[in-house]
């Protein structure tokens, strides 16, 4: 990795605006929202607020879009693919300026917004530009003188809601799959971090993607989203966040016109270190695996079971380097952890600390906020954590980690799965037997040995459970952005080359 | 190196041939002699949307997970053949160029490749863009020679793990046979006899043009050149007219000048080859309607030629051309045409003109060729398989089919305590 480029610490915020048909406009209503800087809890911007009204312009242009016979839907596969390569090379050009936004918008540590983020970002566009020209149906031997073949179609227009932890990121994992698959999109960017979104409507402009084909509401969820959710000519709702908006967007499709719906929710996700690990390793392993990005992670490794014999030397190490993460401003180089995103994440945390208190977690360090402006919380370690605790069922998406003992293998698995939740988990262990049987026995959508949260773009990520449904990434990703049509002809087929004249030819 | 990043690399040399696009244009066309305007329009467009293509794969040659019985744990790498040994030919250099590296090189292979004897200009040019946009040493690699001497020397080389060959049918089974020294993998893409079906339901004006295009492009040095044109008994003789009109309107000249759609041909053996060929057409007594010599008496330029009332039993009807030759036959009956048009131990394409629905499906399922167009002919894409039934070749090169042949699938099976689904 090349040397990192200085950040811009005050960027300009060049869009504002309500992003549909390759122009940025205001709200139908006039009204604005604020964004704030949560290092600073200083507003940065004013951004249109999209609602109901302007879903419906943005529905409408999509649709527009989608028609048959319209330069989207008739462009050659491959020429999607080079319009996203497009996009991918604008985003590198502009990488400095993204990443300093994101960090202005969500908080987090400009090395990390620059390296993995945008690093994401780019990788994820370039993947999928890759797909568009391969997303093949098939022709079936079908039973009788048929002809038979299956089309995979776009679903049509795409609502995307997308949170405020990996802003620009979860941008990409959405509109990703869904453009290589040809279709069109609506998508509501988290109201805590609009700005990076509303800056790509520029780029797809400059990339020359036709009008309508992505379109940008910032706005509220339960206006914008909720007219996403509910709207009876959006064909298909995607929705990262809190599993229970998660709910209310699969009974707002229900109640609506049953677009399908695909999910990516909460998690509460177990790491388990066995013995025979390498405890260095396993330690700043399962530490990244819950400090990252401030624990703002829905796959954040969030309950630690440590197995007994390693278990005190663990949770020693553990403290140790948990008060040497440094808390501080994003721009500050060397800085490992900002500020949370909001006020609200930010009472939340401190709130389920305190109950870890309450019930009787052995705090290790931390355990309050930290600074006296800017959302900043301590990195803060509990052990001899109990599994009826809040603190190890609820997601706390902040900087707090539970350490947890356990004995065996098959115990471990049992609370491991015993949650509503199953989106990831972790094992640490040199032992191939027990590492199978892990991977093999948790109820997570993804399971990470010896490794934690690896980003591979390639391979599908999602949830068990009430961690979502649906998968995203990977090949698995197409399969949501896709309506599969059979077509069956009756025609006089023979497989032999010679074939009795029939009077049908005649 | 992630998989993902051949990919990168894939790209970034597409990038330098959009880059030096004309400059290659203007090689190929010194080198092949194919008018200008075509290999720049053409040749440098599809040899840059396939790298493209194989970019995108990149990352992308998934293995499986397989529920065997038993407590296991069983799955499959796509891993890479390993050296592959690449031989091209010349009536496409960039394209078959890009043919061969894109699937090669997406799925980790390295390559030894020997372009033709003539036309090594662009491919050794490419070998450096290669360089240039990172590919590291030694995974691309260029030899230009003769066939007989460094083709053969890659067909029988005992650490060539593979090899492609695209070329003559003759050939082919020569490398065949040389490739069983070591049992390398062998995938051919040989020569054709391709028929054109033209049924009386069409319209004739746009069947007339395919079909000449399908015959004439490339000065005819296709291996998929539509060279037995099979036209329905009631619209025979007007297409036979119609297509010796459009023949003699072919503009034959420098191919540098844009107005001439055709170049000469390769090199003397070549127009030789044809000519005599020619003669034997009209020895064995089939109408010659126009062209039937050489033209001019410097560069090996060849009229554009035109026989109909061809008969099965003629040379011309069952010997590859590679020239501006056309052959036009009457058929009277579908099953007839099916017959005649397979009786041929080629199978390499095939072409149907027909409006009627139930028609084209049917001679498309029974005509013996890798490839079969229905009311056009010679569309290429990158993402679209390509190869011969019978002697045409084995193997298919391009789309997803064309990484089999770059893939080695290994099984590994591990045991594990307690399988459960």
């Not at chain 2, 000249?253 to 000519?275: L, R, T, Y």
Request: net charge negative; charged share 25%.
């Amino acid at each position: 990795m090349s040397e990192m480029p200085d950040p811009i610490k005050n960027p300009e915020i060049q869009f504002t605006k309500i992003f549909i048909n390759n122009e940025y406009v205001d709200s139908v209503s006039g009204k604005t929202f604020p964004v704030y800087n949560p290092a600073t809890e200083e507003k940065v911007a004013d951004v249109q607020e999209g609602d109901k009204a302007d879903v419906d312009k943005a529905v409408a242009a999509a649709r527009a879009a989608f028609k048959l016979g319209s330069p989207w839907r008739t462009m050659d596969a491959s020429q999607r693919g080079r319009l996203m390569q497009k996009l991918a090379d604008l985003i590198e050009r502009d990488r400095v300026y993204l990443a300093s936004l994101e960090v202005v918008d969500n908080g987090k540590p400009f090395a990390d917004a620059y390296d993995a983020d945008l690093g994401e970002v780019i990788n994820v566009i370039r993947y999928y530009a890759g797909w568009c020209d391969k997303i093949c149906g098939k022709t079936i031997p079908a039973d009788g003188p048929m002809f038979c073949y299956t089309r995979h179609e776009p679903v049509g227009v795409c609502g995307q809601i997308i949170p405020w932890n990996y802003p620009l990121s979860m941008f990409t994992w959405k509109i990703g799959p869904a453009l290589a698959c040809g279709n069109t999109i609506v998508m509501k960017p988290a109201e805590q971090t609009p700005l990076s979104a509303l800056y790509m409507g520029k780029l797809f402009m400059e990339a020359g993607f036709p009008p309508g084909v992505v379109n940008v509401v910032p706005g509220y969820g339960p206006t914008a989203g909720a007219a996403i959710a509910e709207h009876m000519d959006v064909d298909k709702v995607a929705f990262t966040g809190s599993t229970e908006i998660g709910r209310i967007v699969q009974q707002a499709a229900g109640k609506s016109n049953l677009k399908r719906v695909t999910l990516e929710l909460g998690g509460k996700s177990p790491v388990i270190v066995f013995a025979d690990s390498d405890i260095d390793f396993a330690v700043a392993n399962c530490h990244h695996a819950l400090f990252w990005n401030m624990g703002q992670n829905c796959c954040a490794g969030s309950r630690t079971f440590v197995e007994e014999a390693i278990y005190d030397e663990f949770v020693k190490r553990s403290i140790e380097r948990a008060k040497n993460r440094k808390v501080g401003d994003g721009f500050q180089s060397g800085v490992e952890q900002g500020p949370q995103v909001n006020q609200e994440q930010f009472e939340k945390i401190l709130g389920l600390i305190e109950s870890g208190k309450q019930e009787g977690a052995k705090l290790g360090c931390g355990g309050k906020r930290t600074g006296e402006k800017g959302y900043f919380v301590e990195p803060t370690v509990f052990y001899d954590v109990k599994d009826e605790m809040k603190i190890a069922q609820e997601e706390i998406f902040g900087p707090v980690q539970s350490i947890i003992k356990f004995k065996s293998i098959d115990e471990a698995i049992d609370r491991a799965n015993n949650t509503t939740y199953g989106l990831a988990a972790g094992v640490f262990t040199k032992d191939i037997d027990k590492a199978l049987t892990i991977a093999n026995s948790v109820q997570a959508g993804s399971v990470w040995v010896n490794c934690y949260d690896p980003g591979l773009i390639q391979a599908p990520f999602g949830g068990f459970k009430m961690s979502g449904n649906g998968r995203e990434l990977g090949e698995y990703a197409l399969h949501e952005y896709t309506e599969v049509k059979t077509v069956s002809q009756l025609s006089i087929i023979r497989n032999l080359y010679i074939c009795p004249k029939s009077t049908i030819l005649d | 190196m992630d998989a993902s990043h051949r990919g990168v690399l894939l790209n970034r040399l597409a990038d330098l041939m959009e880059r030096d696009r004309e400059y290659l244009a203007n090689l190929e066309t010194l080198d092949n002699g194919k008018p200008f305007s075509v290999s720049f329009a053409t040749d440098l467009a599809l040899s840059i949307k396939c790298y493209r293509y194989y970019a995108g794969w990149a990352g992308k040659n998934h293995g499986k997970t397989i529920p065997i019985d038993g407590d296991f744990f069983c799955y499959t790498r796509h891993e890479p053949v390993g050296v592959c040994g690449q031989i091209i030919p010349w009536n496409f250099p960039l394209l078959m160029q890009a043919w061969k590296l894109g699937p090669a090189l997406c799925t980790g292979n390295v390559v030894v490749m020997k372009p033709a004897e003539q036309t090594p200009l662009t491919a050794l040019y490419v070998a450096q863009l290669a360089k240039e946009a990172g590919f590291p040493p030694g995974v691309i690699n260029m030899i230009p020679g003769y066939g007989p001497t460094a083709g053969g020397a890659i067909a029988e080389h005992p650490e060539i793990e593979k090899v492609a060959f695209t070329g003559s049918t003759e050939v082919g089974k020569i490398i065949q046979r040389s490739a069983a020294s070591n049992l390398k993998r062998v995938t051919l893409e040989l020569g054709g006899k391709s028929p054109n079906v033209v049924f009386a339901d069409t319209d004739l004006d746009y069947a007339v043009e395919k079909s000449h295009f399908g015959l004439f492009f490339n000065m005819g040095q296709c291996c998929c050149a539509g060279s037995r044109i099979y036209v329905e008994d009631k619209v025979y003789d007007e297409f036979v007219r119609r297509s010796t009109e459009r023949a003699k309107r072919r503009t034959v000249g420098n191919p540098f000048d844009p107005k001439n759609e055709q170049g000469p041909q390769i090199d003397e053996e070549q127009m030789n080859k044809i000519i005599e060929l020619i003669e034997s057409g009209k020895k064995e007594g089939a109408t010659l309607n126009c062209g039937g010599d050489r033209a001019g008496d410097r560069g090996y330029f060849i009229q554009p030629t035109v026989f109909s009332d061809v008969q099965d039993g003629m040379r011309i009807n069952n010997e590859e051309i590679f020239g501006p030759v056309q052959q036009i036959a009457r058929f009277k009956d579908i099953d007839e045409v099916v017959e005649r048009a397979n009786t041929n131990t080629y199978g390499l394409a095939a072409s149907i003109f027909t409006s009627n629905i139930d028609k084209a499906l049917y001679m498309a399922n029974s005509l013996r060729g890798g490839t079969v167009w229905v009311n056009t002919y010679d569309v290429f894409d990158a993402a679209a398989p390509f190869g011969g039934f019978k002697q045409s070749g084995s193997g298919r090169e391009l789309g997803e089919y064309g990484l089999e042949a770059y893939t080695e699938v290994k099984t590994v099976t591990i045991r594990i305590p307690q399988k459960n689904a």
